[in-house]
Nanobody, 128 residues
């Protein structure tokens, strides 16, 4: 099992940047494909991006591609989401999620149903 704790959310102005962190417990962090998912008010959860177990491959939703970057540090059991050029459309609760997989490819965590564990989320609010 793995427990996930997000941090780094907050209020930022339109066009600004934020970096979210997700700290994972346990010794098997490198066994998980990791992803970020967000949920805007009154909307369904939306996949943002994912990163393979080794960090060798990443994948992003079209809505954030070119603005957001996911990275991970397996020695620190942490995954990051760097968010640049934020807009009001990026407002929502951001969740870190983990998908246990024997496959070192980001395709192991591109769909919400693939994730086995979720964090409690961190709020990101972009003011215009």
């Amino acid at each position: 099992q793995v427990q996930l704790v997000e941090s780094g959310g907050g209020l930022v102005q339109d066009g600004g940047s934020l970096r979210l962190s997700c700290a994972a417990s346990g010794r098997t962090f490198s066994s998980y494909c990791m992803g970020w998912v967000r949920q805007a008010p009154e909307k369904e959860r939306e996949f943002v991006g994912g990163i393979s177990k080794s960090g060798g491959s990443t994948y992003y939703a079209d809505s954030v591609n070119g603005r957001f970057t996911i990275s991970r540090d397996n020695a620190k059991n942490t995954v990051y989401l760097q968010m640049n050029r934020l807009t009001s459309e990026d407002t929502g609760v951001y969740y870190c999620a983990a998908a246990l997989s024997g496959w070192d490819n980001v395709r192991a965590c591109q769909v919400l149903s693939q994730f086995d564990y979720w964090g409690q989320g961190t709020q990101v609010t972009v003011s215009s």
